[in-house]
């Protein structure tokens, strides 16, 4: 599809963003009030409900992204492109200074502190030089993660809360931060060494690079609290509700995840819909983890039989054959092309003629409109069709991939393709948040 050239002029854009955001917040509100909420104050600590993705209807997180997105497109319009770009080259700072928070437990030390603490309380409190930290602090208020009560007296907010280090997402932040500044540093060198530029092996990466290891091994504790973190903002309870129609599954139906890790996301699933069978298939190791997860979260579906643990390497080997359902979470963008290809054939060689494949992965769309209609979720015009800001997670999660592992997120073009290499038809594409469920039938 040939390129365009805009023609619209900068005036009539803004008039128009303009329009959308104020559109879309009177709606966001209403969508609120149809949930018995209000929408919560940035600057209390407030927990609501639909700070979980999987409690949060399509049609508010369709005007959420929309407002990010529009919201972000003024701003870059009206505001000169020099002062824009160096602002965003400034913006390593930000995750070095939430590691710093992090590392201080500054989150930590404000709770229940309503008022706030001093700097210089702050400083006795984490050993850090207070001269240093209220700039630190400032920098971060004023991007509205911490509030600033005083002078030099900060408070948490509804965002920093998310660093104290009882919370999940603190480990997420810790390790995003660990893995950008090492690994990120090194991405332009990996790209253009001939050593390592058009490479697909781990050993290749930017962070191995940087840390001699695979990001799997580095700080393995720290980690495991990442994956937790990832689950929650990613909404590790959102399959059931995922418009997919689970309630026409015959009773019994086979549910296999696939490298399902302890099996949360099928656990999640299986108490919604009880008439499914799960099948959690990982390695050995994680297996063991995996009964005792159950045998505390869901200690029924164990004693009526409703779910089994099988080993299973899943570059080596089939999963349980004959399944309704083949299940896969955040499996492949871990991997190159090539071992995708392994991945898919093994589960095809399991699959019996009414089985579906299911891909529960981020579905990355082009910045550009896409006139054929065949694209889902277009964003209105004139934000970007991806949806820009709104939706920049999927990207931000494509080149982290890229620096960890060497690996990718994907379009639905390229989970297509792959596919249809390994014996599959593409079914359907169901939204599931940020995220899409890709269905496939075998061939």
Known sequence: MPSTVPTQNGSTEVI??????????????????????????????????????????????????????????????????????????????????????????????????????????????????????????????????????????????????QLVSSNPVSGLIGHLSDVGFGGGSLLKETLTNPDTAFSTATEASPFYKAYGMSVFKFNESRFAEAMVGWSKVTGKGILPKVAYGWENASENATWCDVGGSNGHVTLNLLKQYPKLKGIIQDLPPVMEEAKQYWAKEHPEAIEKGRVEFVPLDFLKNSPVPNCDFYYLRYILHAFPDSNCQTILSNVRKAMGPNSRLLIHEFVLQHAVRDSSGAAVNQAPEPLLPNYG?????????????????????RTLEEFIELAEQTGFKFENLSDSGESGLVEFSAV
């Not at 008022?115 to 409190?125: K, M, P, Q, T």
């Not at 850090?128 to 005083?150: N, Q, W």
């Not at 999927?394 to 592992?405: P, R």
């Open 16 to 161: 128009a963003l303009a329009n959308l955001i104020s559109s879309t917040a009177q709606a966001l509100i209403a969508e609120y009030s149809k949930l018995g909420q209000n929408i919560p104050a940035l600057d209390s600590v407030e927990v609501s409900p639909l700070d979980a993705p999987e409690n949060v209807p399509p049609s508010l997180a369709k005007a959420i992204q929309t407002i990010e997105a529009a919201c972000a497109q003024l701003s870059f319009t009206v505001a000169s492109p020099g002062h824009v770009m160096t602002n965003k080259a400034f913006e390593y700072q930000e995750p070095a200074c939430m590691s710093v928070v992090l590392n201080a437990k500054i989150a930590d030390h404000l709770l229940d502190k309503p008022e706030g603490l001093h700097v210089d309380e702050l400083a006795i409190r984490s050993g850090l030089d207070g001269s240093k930290l209220v700039r630190i602090l400032r920098m971060l208020a004023t991007k509205h993660c911490f509030r600033e009560a005083k002078p030099n007296v900060f408070a948490n907010n509804r965002l920093s809360m």
């Open 389 to 409: 800001a709104g939706r920049i997670r999927l990207y931000h999660q494509d080149i982290n991939m890229m620096i960890t592992l060497n690996s990718k997120e």
